[in-house]
């Protein structure tokens, strides 16, 4: 015995099939706004600093391509590769370099900066100086 499908039954499966399941936005996204970035996850943002010194080592290492070329052109313009010579040529830029980049820092060390603090009322000066050692630990309190 065959029976007919409940009407409503058939209204509610044509009403679920004509109903969207989702909706999509094609508006293009603003490229900028007074919204703060998002942290994304993973590594933290570089600091200032931080991308400053991975700069200064992308360029140094940049500048060793130049004495490397010079280095592969003599040693093929000779016909031969001189241990020594190979040696004396990768090692230059670094012993050059080496003793200019100490005095430097030496420099920058030894040059304090001037400070000048202005008080209107009683002031307490203490200075403490403190070297952690291997074995012990020495605190000059002045």
């Keep these: 015995m065959a029976t007919q499908p409940d009407p409503h039954l058939i209204a509610a499966v044509e009403e679920a099939l004509t109903t969207p399941t989702f909706h999509r936005d094609d508006t293009p996204l603003p490229r900028y706004g007074t919204t703060p970035p998002i942290p994304q996850p993973g590594a933290p943002p570089m600091s200032p600093r931080t991308t400053e010194v991975a700069r200064a080592v992308m360029l140094g290492s940049l500048a060793t391509v130049p004495p490397g070329l010079i280095a592969i052109g003599i040693l093929v313009a000779s016909e031969h590769a001189n241990p020594t010579v190979i040696g004396m040529i990768c ?26 603090h202005h008080y209107t009322g009683p002031v307490r000066q203490q200075t403490v100086t403190s ?3 291997w074995l012990g630990k020495t605190t000059n309190n002045m």
């Excluded at 920058?108 to 400070?115: M, R």
Aim: aromatic share 4%.
């Design 91 to 116: 090692a230059a830029p670094a012993a050059v370099a080496a003793p200019i980049w100490a005095l430097a820092r030496l420099v920058k060390a030894s040059t304090k900066s001037e400070h000048h």
């Design 131 to 133: 070297h952690s050692r």
